[in-house]
């Protein structure tokens, strides 16, 4: 697939590194191409263009910029170049505020996701999320003693949640399809709960499976 990747961070580097490295055509997209000057060097099959080019470009897009970002990003990026295409959300909605006794503030709340904010946003777009409870060491093909970690997914689209699933398949991760976008509202908050073990036990290396 052709897959543009929103981002000059580490997740966006990460993500982008695991598509070129599963035979992925990339793009990956910053407002500053210096930025991605490194990623470049190290990476001379994938291209860096601007969030606009980046959309355009994907046949798959992946949103990983900053939560409070993450509409300005979509805008630069374009309604246009988004229309009809699957977009990975991996973002977070995490408030510009230090965390309280290891737990992260968000800017949204229970009865709203950013993700549904987005998804309302842009409607031609098929929103998933995936990727957001999960550190960026882990994205890609992690190896854990207790097997293959889980994804915890969800959005309208059934065609774009399937797509997803063939990448986290190739990524090493077990898929568990949530629902609706709704569904977002649960999922997001499971960073919060992925970074306390971090913040209090200053572990980074996990991720959670779904027993059945
Ligand atoms: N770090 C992790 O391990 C991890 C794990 C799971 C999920 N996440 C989520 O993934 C997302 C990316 O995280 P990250 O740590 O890689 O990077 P980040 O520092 O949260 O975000 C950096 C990106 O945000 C963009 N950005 C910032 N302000 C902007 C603005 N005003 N307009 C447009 N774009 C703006 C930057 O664009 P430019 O390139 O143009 O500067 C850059 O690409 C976040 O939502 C985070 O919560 C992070």
């Known amino acids: 697939m052709k897959v ?10 990460v993500l982008a590194g695991g598509f070129l490295k599963h035979g992925h055509d990339v793009m990956i997209g910053s407002r500053s191409a210096a930025k991605l000057a490194d990623w470049q060097a190290q990476n001379p099959k994938g291209r860096v263009g601007t969030f606009a080019e980046t959309a355009q470009f994907g046949e798959l897009v992946v949103l990983a910029v900053k939560g409070g970002a993450a509409m300005e990003a979509l805008q ?7 229309k009809g295409k699957t977009v990975v959300d991996a973002t977070n909605p995490i408030a510009d505020a230090p965390p309280s006794n ?3 503030k968000f800017f949204t709340n229970l009865d709203e ?26 994205m890609v093909n992690p190896q854990f003693k207790g097997g293959k970690p889980t994804m915890f997914i969800c959005g309208n689209d059934d065609a774009a949640k399937k797509t997803v699933a ?11 399809d949530m629902g609706k976008a709704e569904a977002a509202r649960a999922i997001e908050p499971l960073c919060m709960l992925w970074c306390i073990r971090g913040f209090i036990r200053n572990e980074w290396i996990h991720a959670f499976k779904l027993l059945t």
């Open 4 to 13: 543009g990747v929103l981002g000059s961070g580490d997740v966006a580097k």
């Open 76 to 82: 630069a990026a374009g309604g246009a170049n988004l």
């Open 102 to 104: 290891g737990v992260l």
């Open 113 to 138: 996701s950013l993700m549904e904010r987005l998804q309302r946003k842009f409607p031609e777009a098929h929103f998933v999320k995936a990727f957001n409870s999960v550190g960026n060491a882990c």
């Open 166 to 176: 063939g990448v986290l398949d190739q990524f090493g991760w077990e898929t568990a």
